[in-house]
């Protein structure tokens, strides 16, 4: 019989954890389904602009200097995330840009967008491709924890937000704002469903393949931070005066944070091995909550105080699973240093993840449906 191709279209390059393990999470998913899937590698502009560094032949020697410093600090990172990229997840063999996206259209039964930000415009400078505007078959249109990135749609990208995305067959985000997004602000008819990001789909032994068994530091608290919070660092101490855990932090903006063992070229594997290992987790990351589930950690998390942020991500799992007395700004630690029952939090979060698989077995059946037919 043969086994329906789908096609994922993601951040699958960029040297951001959640983004790199989310892509290999469904794909590992889909192929555990009977499906065949593949990445497709869209070499994005938005990409290019972010991630890969130009060098400014005019720059000062000040600026050249630091440009030098600065491209060998991510070059290094880059090849750690790539060497992940290319052990573990399947990418097409070929790379296509706007020029040629088209010509991967004949090539899969099913292509399907998310998880990540890869509805926000804003952030793709207006690039559409995430939204599937180069195929033409909307019986080829998916998604699957998809999301916006922001709580509503700027004025300028709503025409184009609507135009696409209506003629998705099958819609599945990651947050219920995107949700709102969709059925109140766009007005469409597609059925939307809400559903939990790819990472908590694979269990606790999956993702435990990747980590090293050997745990070289001890006992830590690791701190996975994007916000750079005060608030969080002083809450972290304090957790380690009380348990005489040292501090780690993986540091990915290579700014040394006091009081702590600073972690700065961490690979994925390496970092599933340390949220393994830990003792504690503080997090302000939607992922870093992710991977403390997934692994039965005791962690504690913090939120986004700017205007514009993307706590919807965290507070939509958080209140699924009942933990908000793990927020920081209410957890009192000289009172009490509670404990998460994980035996109730995986019965609710079993229960997140039939209907999330639920959604996806639903969107692959009925592109296998109008296959067979």
């Known amino acids: 019989m043969k086994r329906l191709k789908t096609c994922t279209i993601t951040h699958h390059t960029v040297p951001n954890y959640g983004a790199v393990l989310q892509a290999y999470a469904l794909q590992k998913t889909l192929d555990s389904l009977g499906f065949v899937n593949e990445i497709l590698d869209y070499d994005s502009e938005r990409v290019k602009y972010l991630y890969h560094l130009k060098y400014n032949k005019n720059g000062s020697l000040k600026n050249k200097i630091g440009f030098c ?16 990229v290319d052990k573990y997840i399947k990418v097409s063999s070929v790379t296509y840009n706007k020029s040629n996206l088209k010509d991967s259209e004949q090539l899969y039964d099913l292509f399907i967008t998310g998880s990540d930000q890869v509805w926000n415009l ?72 809400v559903v939990l990001d790819p990472t908590l789909l694979l269990g606790k032994k999956e993702w435990l393949k990747l980590a090293s068994v050997n745990n070289p530091h001890g006992d830590y608290i690791l701190i996975y931070d994007l916000i750079n919070s005060s608030e969080l660092i002083e809450f972290a101490c304090q957790l380690s005066r009380i348990t005489h855990c040292k501090l780690i932090v993986i540091n990915h903006q290579f700014k040394k944070r006091k009081h702590c063992k600073n972690l700065y070229f961490v690979s994925p594997e390496n970092f599933i091995s340390l949220f393994h290992h830990a003792k504690y987790v503080i997090t302000s990351s939607f992922h870093g909550v992710a991977f403390s589930l997934i692994l039965h950690k005791q962690f504690y998390y913090q939120l986004n105080k700017a205007k514009q942020n993307n706590n919807s991500r965290i507070t939509d799992l958080i209140n699924k699973l009942d933990l908000e007395n793990r927020f920081i700004g209410t957890t009192d630690l000289t009172k009490s240093l509670d404990s998460i029952d994980y035996k109730t939090v995986n019965e609710k979060l079993d229960i997140q993840i039939k209907q999330s698989s639920a959604a996806l077995i639903d969107m692959l059946s009925s592109v296998k449906a109008e296959d067979d037919s």
């Open 69 to 84: 410093v600065t491209y060998c600090i991510y070059s290094k990172k880059n090849k750690l995330f790539q060497r992940f």
């Open 122 to 193: 804003k952030i793709h400078q207006g690039d559409t491709a995430y939204m599937l505007d180069f195929i033409s078959d909307s019986k080829k249109k998916g998604s699957y924890a998809a999301s916006f990135g922001y709580e509503s749609i700027p004025d300028k990208y709503k025409a184009d937000t609507k135009k696409y995305l209506s003629t998705f067959s099958y819609i599945n985000v990651r947050e219920t704002t995107g949700k709102n997004i969709l059925t109140n602000d766009l007005c469409l008819n597609n059925e939307v469903s």
